[in-house]
């Protein structure tokens, strides 16, 4: 695998809930959802609605891969869960290559309850009572495992699956040769339980996925640090200003960030690429490409996530 091999995907741009209207076209209407593509590895981050169409061209591929069912390519995916919000979680349900019997699924989640596993907060959110076959009626091979800070993920070359580590020293965080390896860094400010933050890397390239943090005054420096020279931040960037410290409905301690301290955070993490992500579903085009246009002049490096575009890192 080379470096060029790495590539990002947004399918799900979107917080708090999923909106379909001709004035949100351009950025899109589905909830979190990004792809990310190293070489035969695909991983993806965050379950919203951005995941229904992703599962939809994945299921196309692995029938266009053979005539014969028995033939055709086994899909292997690696699905993390930044936390259980109805926003991060709410299209796994409809995701199709779970239909298929030669799937590996991999998830790794953080859920927030000490006594409760992710398997079983997504057994019970999202299937039984609440959907028409339970999580242990799909087809797919799962394995479905709880993450937390003291964990690394690590794909070694040739292997079918990933290994989930325990960190020991601080080698156990470095990559090696062409391993694919995913770090974690758990943010408190998201309500209630805190969200984890994830670090891709591979072959010195790294890509850091931030959604659902809030930054106070003087930043969020355990982010920053975590962050430090990525080659990509894609942060959190619910809010205007205006919105966050409004009189009437004030934003602050709702567990988002504004524009302006992604903005912040990016410069001070020295990121090369900054990605305005998990917009309010109450902006529209129009207002969006005018906080763009806004941060565009000021900064180069910087832009909005919509929904279909990729970037390679």
């Given amino acids: 695998m080379k470096s060029s091999d790495f590539k990002v995907k947004f399918w799900g741009v979107r917080g708090s809930y999923p909106l379909a209207d001709k004035d949100f076209l351009k950025y899109g209407g589905n909830t979190s959802c990004v792809e990310i593509n190293i070489g035969d590895s695909r991983i993806i981050l965050d379950c919203g ?12 591929e692995h029938i266009s891969s053979a005539d014969n069912v028995f ?15 109805q926003d991060h979680i709410q299209g796994l349900n409809f995701f199709r290559p779970l239909n298929i019997q030669t799937t590996r699924f991999n998830l790794f989640g953080y859920s927030g309850y000490d006594s409760l596993t992710i398997e079983k907060i997504l057994s019970e959110l999202l299937y039984g009572k609440s959907f028409p076959v339970n999580l242990y009626d799909v087809t797919a091979h799962c ?17 079918q699956s990933p290994t989930l580590k325990t960190i020991v020293s601080l080698e156990d965080i470095k990559p090696k040769n062409d391993e694919i390896m995913i770090q974690f860094m758990k943010s408190n400010s998201h309500p209630n339980f805190g969200v984890m933050c994830f670090k891709v890397m591979y072959k010195g390239k790294i890509v850091v996925y931030a959604t ?40 602050q301690g709702y567990g988002h960030s504004t524009f302006d301290m992604a903005f912040e955070t990016a410069q001070k993490a020295n990121v090369k690429k900054l990605a305005f992500f998990h917009f309010d ?5 129009e207002k969006l490409e005018n906080i763009e246009n ?7 490096n910087c832009f909005f996530a919509k929904e279909g575009l990729e970037v390679c890192i």
């Fill in 71 to 85: 033939d055709r390519k086994p899909v292997n995916i690696t699905v993390l869960l930044s936390h259980i919000h």
């Fill in 143 to 159: 394995n479905i495992s709880d993450i937390n800070e003291t964990n690394v993920i690590v794909f070694e070359k040739n292997s």
């Fill in 294 to 300: 806004f941060f565009i002049n000021i900064n180069k």
């Fill in 212 to 251: 659902d943090t809030e930054c106070y005054s003087g930043g969020s420096k355990r982010l920053e640090m975590f962050a430090k020279d990525a080659d990509l931040l894609i942060h959190d960037s619910q809010y205007t200003t205006e919105d966050y410290l409004s009189a009437v409905m004030p934003k």
């Fill in 49 to 60: 609605t951005g995941i229904i169409p992703l599962g939809n061209e994945i299921f196309n």
């Fill in 281 to 285: 579903p109450s902006y529209n085009d």
